[in-house]
């Protein structure tokens, strides 16, 4: 089944240039997606009753026309292609009827108590088949390379309001912080980007931002305390 929702962009989405910012994007595809899963009996708050939570570990979106401030949009989400662990989601983004936004997201279900991953088969749920895939043009898991030369850019403090229900820090916020690590930001408006989410980021930690670029593709790292790398992104923007 493919899930529609009607929404006008929040003006407090958007930057200076009355573009959407990066977590904006996410936070639109990933609410619809909420909504839908609610639909199918998939309520967070039922699941963590039920001792499991979704973690999302891949999320790419591509930006093929900016989305701007007071735009009246279509978002459609659906599921295909799930198997073994991976449940997996596309999103598109219609403005009068053209598709300007599409992606994909890869989930893991997991058992909160033991941490183990519950397989598709397993999982008790419905996974509708609908839709064709949206593959993003872009892969994050080429951003841990050592070659690419790695340039530090700021440390970024998660604060209470950026954590979620998984006392995590949302996967929605990594896209804004990731976004901003790259040089001339504000001038530029984004046309894809790939998230690989490696370990969670929790309260109180301090990140690091790291930035690379190797064939106008800008890479991102942010790592924990300690240096192990948290997420992953591979970033594409145009300047305005």
């Given amino acids: 089944m493919v899930w529609s929702e009607y929404v006008r962009v929040n003006s407090h989405d958007c930057d200076k240039n009355r573009i959407v910012r990066p977590t904006g994007i996410f936070r639109m595809v990933q609410e619809a997606?909420?909504?839908?899963?609610?639909?199918?009996?998939?309520?967070?708050?039922?699941?963590?009753?039920?001792?499991?939570a979704y973690i999302v570990s891949q999320l790419g979106i591509d930006v093929h026309k900016p989305l701007m401030m007071n735009d009246s949009v279509e978002i459609r989400t659906w599921e295909n292609n799930s198997a073994g662990a991976k449940f997996m989601r596309y999103y598109a983004i219609f403005r009068g009827g053209e598709e300007i936004v599409s992606g994909e997201c890869v989930c893991a279900l997991v058992d909160i108590t033991s941490g183990r991953l519950i397989r598709v088969r397993d999982s008790g749920y419905v996974i509708g088949d609908a839709g064709e895939g949206r593959e993003a043009s872009l892969d994050?898991?080429?951003?841990?390379?050592?070659?690419?030369?790695?340039?530090?850019?700021?440390?970024?403090?998660?604060?209470?309001?950026?954590?979620?229900?998984?006392?995590?820090?949302?996967?929605?916020?990594?896209?804004?912080?990731?976004?901003?690590?790259?040089?001339?930001?504000?001038?530029?408006?984004?046309?894809?980007?790939?998230?690989?989410?490696?370990?969670?980021?929790k309260l109180g930690d301090a990140l690091k931002l790291y930035v690379a670029e190797e064939d106008g593709t800008y890479y991102v790292k942010s790592t924990l305390p300690g240096g192990d790398i948290c997420a992953v992104a591979a970033i594409k923007a145009e300047k305005i």
């Fill in 33 to 52: 997606a909420f909504l839908q899963l609610r639909n199918m009996d998939q309520d967070e708050t039922k699941m963590h009753e039920a001792g499991r």
């Fill in 140 to 201: 994050a898991h080429g951003a841990v390379r050592k070659e690419l030369g790695y340039q530090f850019v700021r440390d970024f403090p998660v604060l209470y309001t950026f954590i979620d229900r998984n006392d995590h820090m949302n996967n929605t916020c990594y896209a804004d912080m990731l976004y901003s690590a790259i040089p001339g930001a504000e001038n530029k408006f984004l046309t894809a980007i790939s998230i690989t989410y490696l370990r969670p980021a």
